[in-house]
């Protein structure tokens, strides 16, 4: 939670320096990739099957034998990375080709810009993966506290030495209204190079404390650093939709003409990751060891259950979220983004593509609620077995990942996306906003895929329980957005969120529209508002429920 919005802190800051300009449009790009590798291998993929690894081969064989482990897999990492990293340098302006082809037509300026910044923020790469992997060792030892709290080094760090060095390359005359360029958006690289050094260099000295002593060592024919890498496979094609999408997307937005379109999808998707992290993520990591215990005891009955009670919960929390976040986006985006260097049409365009981006909130929460259960009943295993070859059992493996549900679909999510852009931007010319509204189609599509094939293992009820449901919470939510819609015109004459008046008559619109909704739907006698109420009653009434 508090790495996500630390998270919107860094992109304010970032949106008040850089606004919607071409150096932001080029930064956004250059750390596209960079950032694309970091979510789906180094904080997805690798932390999963390394620490699952670690862990086990400190039960079975002892601490050498983890710490062994864990040298061979940070020392193939910065090799591997460390190629594909002087790799990507010197082939930076075809990098910058496959993600954002259409400046290499019509922006050369930006184009040759988004190559330089490529060549010097690949690195951080092999930094954020180096600190996955220490992470997962301290996690392995039961150390939480100060690994979940890298990220949120990350984001402070970068923050704040990318703006001292913005404005030691490039002296402001007024901070109020500053108007920073290349030497400026040179200096944020370098704070965000620093901030993924400061997420691996936090972790390091406990590390330190359990005994753990880095020098090279390479055998990638080891069995458990084998088992690291495959592990790493189902992992990071069943999480590649989001992000292959977001690639596609920036390449789609490369045509359009002028300045903006890329970092106005940039940042209205980082505002509806909010919702989605807060609550899709959470849900899911209560979620996943109840269902993962149920599984284990067969217990079939029960783990539909608790998939039934978390999908409902979420569309509770998220149906009402996506409708307000819709009506207000406008003065949402002004209040958080709209200084600096970031004008009026730059809201007013983001604003187009968070409303887009809504249609798909709900159905984001459900795929992080659900994509964890398939794991709970039967990830792809690796299964060597005598008299076969390594690699006639890996490509088994890789049959059974492409399989595998959550797989299977994030790969066809991806050819949607694909016939989606086509369909929306070239040929209804809905420009970024066609763009932001194929990820909310997809989002809805790859869902129901997984309710589709996950409904026949296990009961998530009625329909006509879930008939009433969303009969319910729909009635509900349309009240929300009427009343956050009528509460932003009745008071539109103070609706600038630029002064404190309009901030606070904002604040207090969606506090308002949230409280209407909860009144509401336990008067309609929602399951979830009544368990809230029990809390509470319980919480405060002295014990009583």
């Known amino acids: 939670m508090g790495s996500r919005l630390m998270g919107v802190v860094r992109e304010q800051v970032f949106a008040f320096m850089f606004g919607a300009t071409m150096f932001a449009d080029a930064f956004i790009a250059a750390f596209r990739i960079p950032n694309l590798l970091r979510d789906l291998f180094a904080e997805g993929a690798l932390s999963t099957a390394f620490t699952t690894t670690f862990t086990k081969t400190w039960e079975k064989e002892g601490a050498d034998s983890a710490w062994h482990l864990a040298r061979l897999v940070l020392s193939t990492l910065t090799l591997i990375l460390g190629v594909i990293c002087v790799i990507c340098i010197i082939f930076g302006p075809e990098v910058v080709y496959l993600t954002s082809s259409g400046w290499g037509m019509k922006q050369p300026e930006t184009f040759a810009l988004t190559v330089k910044m490529t060549r010097l923020l690949f690195p951080f790469i092999l930094f954020v993966s180096l600190a996955a992997a220490v992470m997962g060792m301290l996690n392995a030892r039961h150390i939480f506290g ?98 292959v999408n977001v690639l596609v997307n920036g390449q789609f937005a490369s045509y359009i003409s002028g300045h903006g379109p890329v970092s106005w999808l940039y940042y209205a998707f980082r505002l509806v990751q909010l919702p989605i992290g807060i609550f899709g993520v959470a849900i899911a990591t209560v979620t996943l060891p109840a269902v993962a215990r149920q599984h284990a005891l067969d217990d079939l009955k029960a783990f ?39 004008t009026a049409v730059s809201t007013a365009q983001t604003a187009l593509a968070l409303q887009a981006y809504t249609i798909g909130l709900a159905g984001y929460s459900g795929i992080k609620i659900l994509v964890p259960c398939f794991y709970a009943m039967q990830p792809p295993r690796f299964e060597s077995h005598p008299g076969r070859s390594f690699w006639a059992s890996f490509s088994d493996f890789i049959w059974n990942v492409l399989l595998f549900t959550p797989a299977r679909v994030s790969l066809i999510g991806i050819a949607l996306n694909l016939a989606l852009c086509f369909v929306l931007y070239y040929y209804l010319g809905l420009g970024h906003v066609g763009l932001a509204l194929t990820t909310g189609f997809v989002a809805i599509i790859n869902f129901l895929q997984l309710v589709y094939a996950i409904q026949k293992k296990i009961d998530l009820g009625t329909p006509g329980d879930w008939l009433s449901f969303f009969t319910r919470v729909t009635a509900a939510t349309l009240i929300c957005g009427l009343v956050v819609f009528f509460g932003d015109h009745l008071l539109l004459a103070h609706r600038t969120t630029h002064s404190f008046l309009g901030a606070i008559i904002l604040c207090f619109n969606i506090g308002l529209a949230g409280l209407i909704y909860f009144a509401v739907t336990t008067l309609l006698r929602v399951p979830e508002s009544m368990e809230l109420v029990a809390f509470f009653r319980k919480k405060f009434g002295g014990g009583k429920s």
């Open 146 to 243: 100060l690994p979940a709290s890298a990220s949120t080094i990350f984001n402070i760090v970068s923050v704040i030495s990318g703006f001292i060095f913005a404005n030691l390359f490039e002296p402001q005359k007024s901070w109020l209204h500053p108007q920073f360029t290349e030497p400026a958006i040179f200096g944020w690289c370098f704070g965000v190079l620093l901030g993924g050094l400061a997420q691996l260099a936090i972790q390091l000295p406990p590390l330190w404390g359990l005994g753990f002593r880095f020098h090279w060592k390479f055998d990638f024919r080891d069995s458990a650093l084998r088992t690291v890498l495959i592990l790493m496979v189902p992992s990071a094609i069943a999480g590649s939709a989001v992000q």
């Open 304 to 342: 539909g259950k608790t998939v039934e009670e978390a999908l409902r919960f979420g569309f509770y929390l998220t149906l009402p979220a996506s409708v307000g976040l819709a009506v207000v986006a406008q003065p949402v985006i002004q209040l958080i983004y709209e200084h600096g260097t970031f």
